[in-house]
């Protein structure tokens, strides 16, 4: 599903920064713009400007169907916005918008690089219709399996573990 993102620039009052870049949104089946090219003012006010800032694919995966879950689970439902430093000499803005996902794992995943910047928005709700059908066509419940502890022994050669 193609997802418009909406980027917010919102002036800091800060020693070194004097502006942040947020996503705040997202335009299910927006037409299709490069988050690398030009970006379109949507609104704008005192201190802050909404821009379409490119238009990503939301994927969605078998696999991934119980942490989509977690996501429609929210109230409101969300979605999670990855916006990168645009490396390119000559870029035309300093952040991009990467990846949008459901999942909140895969969200994590790119927090833990700590160089991306990721934030959840409002799911609209032709996405949670969508991720909805989704996880109902492909979600398969896992049973949980709960090990067995061995007995601890004293007298063992391994130091009490066995087997």
Request: hydrophobic content about 45%; cysteine-free; charged content about 30%.
């Given at each position: 599903m193609p997802l418009g993102i909406v980027l917010e620039r919102r002036r800091l009052?800060?020693?070194?920064?004097?502006?942040?870049?947020?996503?705040?949104?997202?335009?299910p089946g927006a037409p299709a713009r490069a988050p690398s090219g030009e970006w379109l003012l949507l609104k704008q006010g005192d201190g802050w400007a909404r821009y379409h800032g490119g238009t990503l694919l939301l994927d969605l995966f078998r696999k991934e169907t119980d942490a989509y879950?977690?996501?429609?689970?929210?109230?409101?439902?969300?979605?999670?916005?990855?916006?990168?430093?645009d490396e390119d000499v000559g870029a035309?803005?300093?952040m991009v918008p990467f990846a949008v996902t459901a999942s909140p794992t895969e969200a994590q995943e790119?927090?833990?690089?700590?160089?991306?910047?990721?934030?959840?928005?409002?799911m609209p709700v032709?996405?949670?219709?969508?991720?909805?059908?989704?996880?109902?066509?492909?979600?398969?419940?896992?049973?949980?399996?709960?090990?067995k502890r061995k007995r601890y022994d004293p007298r063992a050669a391994d130091g009490g573990r066995r087997g």
């Open positions: 009052d800060h020693p070194w920064k004097d502006h942040a870049w947020v996503p705040v949104g997202v335009i879950k977690l996501s429609l689970a929210q109230v409101p439902p969300r979605l999670f916005v990855v916006l990168r430093e035309t803005h300093e790119y927090l833990d690089s700590s160089e991306d910047i990721v934030e959840s928005v409002p032709e996405v949670v219709a969508f991720v909805r059908d989704f996880v109902e066509q492909h979600h398969v419940d896992e049973p949980f399996f709960k090990r």
